[in-house]
């Protein structure tokens, strides 16, 4: 999903997916020579991509500080799930009003993934589980619906990152798998309710317990999302 076709863009892919699967931890710092050296790439080129990333919210880049993987704070963190809320319940309304079949397909062809990696991958398990709810909004066939819930999601995995305490995959799995039923009966007002108890579920497994960020091996980290001949 989302990925991207000029010289710059390997890196914004890698960096991003990285993020997203919280092997870079918030607050870790993003040397541009580094990546450069990691990716053979120049240094204006590794900084295209940590400005997209920026804008998206996931990297912070300050002037003459460098950038390094964006920290959320607990009052941004109640903020983006509240917006993640409405966003997912236009998506639920939406698909319910539908061809189900075609949607139901596809989302249960992606519960497999999640079920085949579960306690198995726990990188891929965590992109996955995101990758659920960007699909369902792509299923709407809103280009604009799907990139909000895109960003949205992705600034969800950050706070999770620093947030969220231990808890078994199993739980979202059940959770992804009811809201698949409730799509296919057509029934809007529980697939919004199965949501919306999803989501909770998922902010209820945040805390504020960071700990200390910022010393992961970036260079190490990143060489296990180089893509060969990219």
């Known amino acids: 999903m989302y990925k991207s076709t000029t010289r710059s863009f390997p890196v914004y892919d890698s ?10 931890k918030p607050g870790t710092k993003l040397p541009e020579d580094s ?8 240094r204006t080129t590794v900084r295209n991509a940590l400005v997209r990333l920026d804008a998206e919210g996931l990297v912070d880049l300050q002037p003459n500080r460098g950038a390094s993987v964006s920290v959320p704070t607990i009052e941004e963190a109640h ?9 997912e319940r236009e998506v639920m309304d939406r698909l319910c009003r539908m061809d189900k079949k075609p949607i139901v397909k596809a989302l249960k062809a992606h519960l497999v993934e999640e079920k085949k990696y579960l306690d198995v991958d726990t990188t891929r398990s965590i992109r996955l589980a995101g990758e659920f709810h960007i699909l369902l909004a792509e299923l709407t066939g809103s280009r604009i619906l799907a990139n909000y819930v895109n960003e949205i999601v992705s600034r969800c995995s950050l706070i999770l990152a620093r947030f969220a305490q231990a808890h078994s995959a199993q739980c979202g799995l ?7 039923a409730a799509i296919e009966a057509g029934d809007a007002d529980r697939a919004i309710m199965q949501m919306h108890r999803h989501l909770h ?11 200390e960020r910022g010393k992961e091996d970036v260079s190490a980290i990143l060489a296990r999302y180089i893509v060969p001949n990219a």
Do not use: N, W
């Not at 960096?15 to 870079?24: G, P």
């Open 35 to 42: 990546i450069g050296e990691t990716f053979s790439v120049s």
């Open 174 to 180: 059940d959770e992804h798998t009811e809201i698949i």
């Open 201 to 211: 579920s998922v902010q209820d497994r945040a805390l504020l317990d960071p700990d």
């Open 79 to 87: 903020d983006i799930f509240e917006m993640r809320q409405c966003l």
């Open 15 to 24: 960096l991003r997916q990285a993020i997203i699967e919280q092997a870079l």
